[in-house]
């Protein structure tokens, strides 16, 4: 059973930062990507951030950002703690969302919700100007 649970979303000024955390357990299937989505009310989830296994070295992570937080925030995995990490930084009212965690999606379109089979309940985020 896969399973992901994601923890370290809250409130935050704008241009503050917070730090995102999911926690998996029994998800083994490095070749392909994690992720992270968020979907704000009225709004379709979108692709935040990814990191893809590399299909010769597993221990390289190929990472993919959604230009509206290219620069800002930084998709990590600590694959001894069975941990990804998003870093969230310059926080924008826009990133006001709840945040959610996701395994086995794409290789070469890793911002694609349709692909990735596992989630997590998601995490909230509010960002206040």
């Known amino acids: 059973l896969v399973q992901l649970v994601e923890s370290g979303g809250g409130s935050a000024q704008a241009g503050g930062s917070l730090t995102l955390s999911c926690l998996t357990s029994g998800y083994s299937n490095e070749g392909l990507c994690m992720g992270w989505f968020r979907q704000a009310p009225g709004k379709a989830r979108e692709g935040v951030a990814a990191?893809?296994?590399?299909?010769?070295?597993?221990?390289?992570?190929?990472?993919e950002y959604a230009d509206s937080v290219k620069g800002r925030f930084t998709i990590s995995q600590d694959k001894a703690s069975d941990t990804l990490t998003l870093l969230l930084h310059s926080l924008q009212s826009d990133d006001s969302a709840m945040y959610y965690c996701?395994?086995?999606?794409?290789?070469?379109?890793?911002?694609?919700?349709?692909?990735?089979?596992?989630w997590g309940q998601g995490t909230q985020v509010a960002v206040s100007s």
């Open positions: 990191i893809c296994g590399d299909s010769v070295t597993t221990d390289v992570g190929i990472t």
């Open positions: 996701a395994a086995g999606g794409n290789r070469h379109l890793p911002l694609w919700s349709t692909f990735y089979a596992h």
